[in-house]
């Protein structure tokens, strides 16, 4: 599959601790086993929009989004496989308007058992290129207040806070927290 893009996908990644992944556009035949890690992704961290137990998209409904996002060529989708098995996801976007198509929204996600391996900074590494490669003038995110890893991240890769959204989101205890904007200018 190719992107109008230059970064080159496939791509294997070496994890800190030696397992190899390989990273690789989504299809949609992806759909079914995203349906089965996605609900995961979303029960293990704090730092999603859906709550423990929410997240509820079965295969047609995941299948019909791969569909639509990756006939975008404003859009890329990706995911990450450890011994032929999906364990990230990661993507960005631009909305569907000229007047903002000079920007993108970047987002990702790693099961548990593979965070700290270095993974997330790669994959924002190549979400940032992808941008780069396609002429955009700022790529940004909204992220969690207190989600110190991911904030690390984007942050040694240039992106600034750009907005602070007050008592914006609800923990899992039930208090609310800040949504923090951070964008990266190109
Ligand atoms: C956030 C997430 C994508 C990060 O990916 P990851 O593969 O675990 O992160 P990496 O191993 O690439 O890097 C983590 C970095 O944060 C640093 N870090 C870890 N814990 C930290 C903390 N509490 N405070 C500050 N920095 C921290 C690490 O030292 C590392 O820095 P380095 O690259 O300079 O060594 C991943 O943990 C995840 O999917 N979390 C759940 C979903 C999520 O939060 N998604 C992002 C939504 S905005």
Redesign the pocket.
């Known amino acids: 599959m190719t992107y109008d893009s230059r970064i080159q996908l496939p791509v294997s990644f070496s994890l800190k601790d030696g397992r190899e992944s390989r990273i690789r556009p989504t299809t949609e035949d992806d759909a079914r086993e995203l349906c089965s890690i996605l609900p995961r ?1 979303h029960d293990e ?1 704090e ?2 929009n859906y709550m423990p137990g929410e997240f509820d998209k079965d295969e047609r409904w995941e299948r019909n989004f791969i569909r639509e996002q990756i006939a975008k060529p404003t859009a890329i989708m990706i995911v990450v496989e450890v011994g032929g098995k999906i364990i990230a996801t990661g993507g960005a976007g631009s909305l569907e308007y000229k007047r903002y198509a000079h920007h993108a929204e970047v ?4 099961l548990k058992d ?9 994959l924002m590494e190549l979400l940032v290129q992808w941008g780069r490669d396609r002429g955009l003038r700022k790529m940004y ?1 909204k ?1 969690f207040d207190g ?4 904030i ?2 984007y942050d ?1 890769l240039g992106f600034k806070i750009e907005a602070r959204l007050r008592q914006d989101f609800r923990r899992n205890d039930g208090t609310f927290g800040d949504t923090i904007i951070m964008s990266l200018n190109y």
Do not use: C, E, V
């Open positions: 992704m961290s730092w999603l987002g990702l996600a790693i593979y965070w700290g391996q270095g993974l997330g900074r790669k995110l992220t989600n110190d890893r991911a690390a991240i040694s």
